[in-house]
């Protein structure tokens, strides 16, 4: 079994227990487990028109989740797949109907037109005004007078609702209700079958094939079709849907029935509006899951034409979550990119001293790049060596362009320069760093402090901590010592390094990942260019220990 | 390809656009297709402080699904499971950030927190005051720094929009989402891998297994444990939650990851308001889909202690649909079975004519017992003789307890016996045609009309007509012909039963199933009883077509 559920015949009981305890006190149940179960409205007054609908469940937010203001007074839930009775149905219409009478909603499936026809007989035997109304929407098999019942029920639901909640009389809801069937319409379409909970789930369409013409009960669709996309499935739909409807505008129902992806909805709602259809298509109930088949991947799409009285119904507010409001249908707002995407190039400006100083940072970053990738590929890729050094040829070929003259916008441009030649995090984090820095120094900031400044905000992007086993456990005590001068830097930034080859459980970036055998003994090559960096500054050399 | 999408390379954009068309005009999308995929709202006025959040794509309705008054501002929406680029998050910024700010909502993934982060930093460079929290709920992991950030974001989005909603200052909604990531924890769940567009479908969890502590890219859980049913599965991640919080009221958010059915969340939704933690679990937001991973058969549990103040956050009216709503736990509101349900049994009464009457119909179908369920063999399961028989002895063993001398109450006496002797559809049919002939009889109606009252509702009911092959095609002309006496009614039904051998396509009832060889040349069986009934009361023995 791979459903949560704890067994098949506590499943319909335990579910509804689980919707009424987290319904906010707004729906209950009759006390007549595990026989009778319907979910009533707890706000509920009787001297309006009850709608009470139902059947089997697995069709979830069918029935109960649309029970409450502006839609249905009860539901009346059957096992999976499966009628209920004609007590639990003469149950939820007692429970409900005052002397307004009740209509009764009920999909065209002959044990449900059985059990609430009966059971509606018995509640007029005791003075009851109860009307009926089926609802077969399904065009699957045009031929058949019997059409089925699916997610068109819906609008029925929601029409009538809205005018039952206006106080509107019985035979005034009966009518409209019978209105909307009369004018729904509805056909769904899979790639797979659903899994009957306690069942092992039949595998009946190939790869490549799609059923359309299906019902709302596992039961095969009215024929096996090739499915190549999106948009072909949704224009086999619309091909049938489109030689049953008038002309003039129509709302449209997008039904999940259950096992679609949210992604798979949204492009299936462009299609139907791109579709032939479309430009009939006003408004649009969904895309939902709202009448679904456990988790059958797969749609429906339902139409109906819309008056002036039926949009006003259609929009009106109800309490049920489950109904995703009905929209109007339109294009693609689209709204122009900002400026400021493009970063404004620096202006550039030369100081000869600074550029000396870039160019040996650089210089030496491409000098390390042999031991830097052999460092790195005790814990990593090895190409730690290659992309600074990448970096740096890249920095030295933007001299010209940089504004050397000017530490803000050097820092900025650096920067810059960094997120665009430099690839992966590091480039990334190289970029935050003097893209922070540069803030900082427009903000004041003298350099040592800038630089502290970009650190921070690195740690804060980054995740990483001192200790983490990464390039800050380098770069943060040179830049604590840095105000002693770059000696003590170097120095730092060498201890710091070397305490790297002692961190056997990285927590942050890559080496996170890896084994501690394979860290321990290794400097963090990322530390390591750190200290090289700042002891090649100093003229020191490398200290490292020779184990690189 | 079992999806429904159109290539793996425009889903997004499609899913997007699909989400735009039907959002009645309340969201938009950037111009920056397709590499900038920025959805934001239309009614946004710069004034408040904007939320920005987004990552991969593949968690929907996570991100654009909760961009609308009182959540996000916009969504930056990456590929499936790939992170955003820097410029679509810059752009996202630009777009939406006045003087009042924004405040970046970001999940602990290094792609998301690189490229928002370096977003935010060119944005700062701009003179945009930008603020970045991370989240990071997942508690899979429980001695790694570095958690992911999944459904618990949710409250993020909910509590610090609610501020932003209102007019806090960037600090105040930054401190606030602060305040809230630690506060949150958060564990998944999953029976089954999840599908990536294009891709093959990992097969990793056995039967009989679930993976605990997911993320939500399809990575695998931190273990693999035994699944035995929705309690041990709920109980499992509460054993996991309970160690990392606090006393005190929490809210729950029960996440569907994809591909659960309602009727499971709604069992998982019962399991965790009756596990160990539920008396700590005040509210509950869902379930429902929040932050998914494709079509991933799971759920995530999220909590967060609540404050007053995030009281009245979490329930604040929202414009994004998405938002199940923030609802009180409670118990199952039970209400008593309404009065009615258990039929008044009528007070038996004595006519000598009408018991005869009636012992001599009821002999008549026991005696057709054999022949009709021959005739039935030919095109069903054999066995109306029986059922009908059957349904005759029991009505002779009630006669002392029938209303025998009051029509009205002896007709609704019938149809109750009926319905709780005759198994089926016939039962049920019958049970309707005695109880409506009931009603009609005590407004006043005679007997003949009253019969066709009764005619009148199951042909409402069982959606049958004359010419579909059922017993209202010999009932319909004789209770037409029963005016002119027993004898006319006699011989319309035979004639009308006869005429069923021609009826080679069924319409309703089982018959409409079988294939035309099946059932030209025999009567139907339902018909041919009602022919029979009427025949041998008038004396006039069988006249059948001797084909039974």
Redesign the interface.
Known sequence: ???????RET??T????????????R??????YPH?KVV?R?DWDRSKVALVSGGG??H??SHA?FVGQGMLTAAVCGE?FASPS??AV??GI??VTGKAGCLLIVK?Y?GD??????A???A???GLKVA?V?VDDDIALPD???ARGVAGTLFVHKIAGAMAEQGADLDSVAQAAERVISGAVSIGMS??TCTI?GSPKEDRIA?GMAELGLGIHGEPGIEQVR?T???E?MDMAVERLAPTIGPGPHVAL?NNL??????????????L?LSRLGPQIRW?V????MM?S??M?G?SVSLLPVTKADEAALMAPVAP?AW??C???????????????T?IQPIPSKNDATRAFVERCCAILIGAEPDLNALDAKSGDGDTGSTLATAARALIGALDRLPLADETQLY?AI?LEL?QTMGG?SG??L??FF??A??ASASGMDAIDALKAGLD?IR????AEPGDRTMIDALHPALDALGQGLPAAARAARDGADATARITRA??GRA?YLAEASLAGHNDPGAEAVARLFEHLTGAGTTQRQDA
Chains 1, 2 share one sequence.
Do not use: C, H, Y
Not at 14 to 25: C, P, Y
Not at 27 to 32: I, P, Q
Not at 258 to 271: Q, R, W
């Open positions: 079994m791979k459903q949560f559920i704890n067994s499943l319909v335990e579910a509804i227990d689980g919707t009424l305890r987290t319904a906010g006190g729906l209950a149940r009759l006390d007549g009778i009533v707890t469940s697995g979830e937010p989740g999976v004609v007590d003469l149950a007692l429970a065209n002959t037109r059985l059990n609430f026809g009966l509606a007989e018995r007029r035997a005791q009926m089926i058949l007078p019997q790639l797979d909970p790869d499915f996309n999106a948009k499935a997008l259950g096992g679609a992806t949210p992604l798979e909805m949204a492009v299936l709602a462009d299609e509006t649009l969904g895309p939902a899951p679904t456990l988790d991947q749609f979550w995703p409001g929209l109007p249908v339109g294009d693609v707002p689209v709204v122009a990119l900002p400026d400021g995407l970063p900025r920067g997120s995090s990334v984090l970029a935050i893209a922070a540069g803030d905000r804060q992007v980054g995740g927590r942050a996170a």
